[in-house]
């Protein structure tokens, strides 16, 4: 704490050069003091200054730790929002990498898709043009069975006839050889059995 000796002390070694660096109109009042009242009214108006600067001081000091102290926490605050941002960009990163996998991954998956979706119709018109060509062989089929059998049945028309007509060829041809004979008996449907003439 200052005494008013110190005060008195500040206030004679502030004179000379509150004396220079006063203005015109200063000094002239200054001059026609004396130095005694200069003295006690620079003691009176630094006493009254000095709690005023002690106190303003410690807020500036209590203040400057203050600041110290938010300071230090900003930094604090920065140093997370830094990390928090390096974070969010490898998962913001990491999300379009997800994205993109997952995009070529059913863009691969539709395309197979897709390319199974046009086999099956390849294999449905298959399966179609087979069953109207196998429609058509079986009417195919079914129109020459028709046709074989009435070619069999005019083949077996034209045996039996000309079976009939070479029996009948022989019976002439026997009956003119042999005019004592009578071959009345014979027939298409007779056998021989046991030196018999008999049906078959």
């Known amino acids: 704490m200052l005494q008013r ?3 008195e002390i500040l206030t004679w070694m502030a004179l000379p050069s509150l004396r220079r660096s006063c203005c015109p109109t200063t000094k002239e009042k200054l001059e ?3 130095e005694d009242h200069l003295v006690e009214q620079g003691v009176r108006k630094l006493g009254q200054a ?7 001081i410690s807020k ?3 203040w400057k730790g203050s600041t110290k102290k938010k300071s230090h926490e900003v930094t604090e605050l920065l140093q997370q929002v830094g990390g ?3 974070e969010t960009s490898k998962l913001h990163r990491a999300l379009q990498r997800s994205q993109l996998e997952a995009k070529a991954f059913w863009a691969e998956k539709f395309k197979e898709a897709l390319e199974l979706s046009n086999k099956n119709a390849e294999l449905q018109a298959e ?3 087979l069953k109207e060509g196998l429609a058509k062989k079986d009417e195919e089929l079914i129109q020459k069975s028709k046709k074989l059998v009435k ?3 005019a083949l077996t028309n034209d045996v039996v006839d000309s079976y009939m007509e070479g029996f009948e060829d022989a019976v002439a041809q026997a009956s003119g050889i ?3 004979m009578d071959f009345s008996q014979l027939g298409l449907g007779k056998t021989v059995v046991d030196g018999q003439l008999v049906d078959e």
């Open 127 to 129: 399966v179609e043009r």
């Open 178 to 180: 042999y005019l004592e």
């Open 5 to 7: 000796k110190d005060y």
């Open 151 to 153: 070619e069999r049945e």
């Open 32 to 34: 026609g003091l004396e």
């Open 60 to 62: 500036l000091r209590e």
């Open 50 to 56: 000095l709690p005023t600067n002690c106190l303003t």
């Open 84 to 86: 928090l941002k390096q």
